[in-house]
């Protein structure tokens, strides 16, 4: 069974938009998005995931709630930490999924939801400076694919809600 535990990223077409420490500032951020209902049924974060975008020139972008950023600046797979004081998450699996509800345009979303990654087994083997970087144990599912709009396309949403397998 999986039960949701937390999320973050939107994006757009730029993408998006993002994390941020605070979970009742992310809740608000996708309430205010439209990501509920479009995406989640409902969304109780439980941990902010931090979502960075590796750049060509050797920086990084840290991914925060209403951000919206270009399609080179989100080409690369981005690398993704949980903020968490509780240890308990130490080598728990984490699926981590982005999807664009977006396609082919947010006027149009004949073609939403559109997956941009999905990978089921990230953990985290412990805290570096206050967060819990994740690496991906297995394969991807769906390896990353950077997001493509069509040429004059506004802004789309691109949303990461990672969720915590348990086991029952
Ligand atoms: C969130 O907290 C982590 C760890 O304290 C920090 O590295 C990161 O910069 C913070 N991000 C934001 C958007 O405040
Ligand atoms: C919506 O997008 C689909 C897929 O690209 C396209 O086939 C369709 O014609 C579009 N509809 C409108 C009203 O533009």
Same mark, same amino acid.
């Given at each position: ?7 973050? @990223? ?5 993408? $998006? ?6 979970? &009742?500032?992310? @809740? ?9 209902? *479009? $995406? ?24 925060? &709630? =209403? ?7 989100? @080409?690369?797979? /981005? ?14 699996? %984490? ?6 509800? *977006? ?21 985290? *083997?412990? /805290?570096?400076? =206050? ?12 390896? %990353? ?5 069509? *040429? ?17």
């Amino acid at each position: 069974m999986l039960a949701l535990a937390l999320t973050v @990223a939107l994006a757009a077409t730029s993408l $998006v938009r993002a994390q941020d420490n605070d979970t &009742a500032t992310v @809740a608000a951020a996708f309430m205010n998005a439209g990501i509920v209902p *479009d $995406v989640l049924s409902s969304f109780a974060p439980v941990l902010p995931l931090l979502v960075t975008f590796k750049q060509a020139d050797g920086s990084s972008i840290e991914v925060t &709630a =209403g951000m919206q950023l270009t399609i080179a600046q989100t @080409a690369n797979e /981005p690398t993704f930490a949980l903020v968490s004081g509780n240890a308990a998450i130490q080598g728990k699996p %984490y699926l981590i999924a982005m999807v664009d509800p *977006d396609a082919p345009t947010p006027q149009n979303t004949s073609i939403s939801q559109v997956r941009h990654f999905l990978a089921p087994d990230f953990v985290s *083997d412990g /805290p570096v400076a =206050g967060t819990w970087p994740m690496t991906n144990r297995t394969p991807a599912l769906s390896e %990353y694919m950077g997001p493509h709009p069509p *040429d004059g396309s506004d802004a789309h949403r691109f949303v990461s809600p990672p969720l915590v397998h348990t086991m029952c």
